[in-house]
């Protein structure tokens, strides 16, 4: 079976220009969740959906992030304008539905994102 | 304030020797803890899930134990290979917590010298 896909691993931009992440959850997967991870805060949560409504987006750290999920199967966080700052590694993980996390949580591989 | 911590950023050990690593959590009441292994450039994969009025569970060369009286849970890795070398990421849900509510330990690294 196809894992989370996320797209493109890497991705080095300069400050300021607009910032597309992309992610495909697994197929019959009810939630959806953004991550960030750097060396400093390690993994935190940026924004969740279930059945495509966003749920929870107070760890998206500013206006300048945003996240849709026009259908089930697809994705998309934005970052505009993008700043140094906003460099990191962002995941993607989708999981079935369960009650107060006692489902595992399936994670691409991740966006290497660099901005100059 | 509420953290949740692993013991040490790095982990040596020998092959063979059982690996443990610990995380400990501060003003949470979790209702799951997971254990995630990561390597590096992938995303982490679940590994074990234990819920908070188990005490032990275990997976083939994998144990977890949850003690929250301490606030601690231990992951065990037995006769231990330098596959297991990865980081590993403990996170929990707190009761009343949505599924989205993973708060992820800042991670061990593990390393398994032949």
């Known amino acids: 079976d196809a894992g989370v896909i996320q797209s493109p691993r890497h991705e080095v931009t300069e400050m300021g220009q607009e910032v597309t992440l992309r992610c495909k959850p697994i197929?019959?997967?009810?939630?959806l969740f953004w991550y960030r991870q750097t060396m400093m805060r390690g993994l935190e949560l940026l924004i969740y959906f279930n059945n495509n409504v966003p749920i929870d987006d107070s760890g998206m750290p500013e206006d300048r992030f945003s996240a849709k999920m026009p259908n089930a199967s697809f994705s998309t966080l934005k970052i505009q304008p993008s700043e140094p700052r906003d460099s990191a590694v962002y995941f993607c993980?989708?999981?079935?539905?369960?009650?107060?996390?006692?489902?595992?949580?399936?994670f691409g591989d991740g966006t290497r994102l660099s901005i100059l | 304030s509420q953290k949740i911590e692993q013991n040490s950023e790095a982990l040596n050990i020998q092959e063979g020797k059982t690996a443990t690593l610990t995380c400990n959590y501060t003003n949470y009441s979790p209702a799951y803890l997971q254990w995630y292994r990561q390597d590096p450039g992938r995303g982490p994969v679940f590994l074990l899930l234990i819920r908070e009025n188990e005490k032990e569970k275990r997976k083939e060369r994998l144990k977890v134990t949850f003690d929250t009286t301490l606030k601690q849970s231990l992951f065990h890795i037995t006769a231990s290979q330098p596959a297991d070398s990865a980081t590993y990421l403990c996170?929990?849900?707190?009761?009343?917590?949505?599924?989205?509510?993973?708060?992820f330990g800042k991670g061990t690294k593990l390393s398994v010298k032949p």
């Open positions: 993980a989708s999981s079935l539905r369960g009650r107060s996390g006692n489902q595992p949580q399936h």
């Open positions: 197929s019959g997967h009810d939630y």
């Open positions: 996170a929990l849900v707190e009761y009343g917590g949505s599924q989205g509510n993973l708060i």
